[in-house]
């Protein structure tokens, strides 16, 4: 099995008249083996609104 990510890529996107921006999971990333970076797999790349990596929630560990 594959080793679970160390962070989960949301696109996130400001819609006028909501307080909070609409999150759409577009990816994960890995940290190298030598702790100098990440690996970064995207699903979906956005054409507007911007990336954001977070730590796994604990139900995106199922």
Do not use: S, T
Not at 10 to 32: D, P
């Amino acid at each position: 099995m594959a080793k679970k990510p160390d962070l989960i890529a949301y696109q996130v996107k400001n819609v006028e008249g909501r307080e909070k921006g609409i999150w759409n999971r577009i990816g994960a990333a890995w940290a190298h083996e030598n702790g100098e970076g990440y690996n970064i797999a995207l699903d979906a790349l956005p054409l507007d609104g911007k990336i954001i990596l977070i730590k796994p929630l604990e139900k995106d560990e199922d």
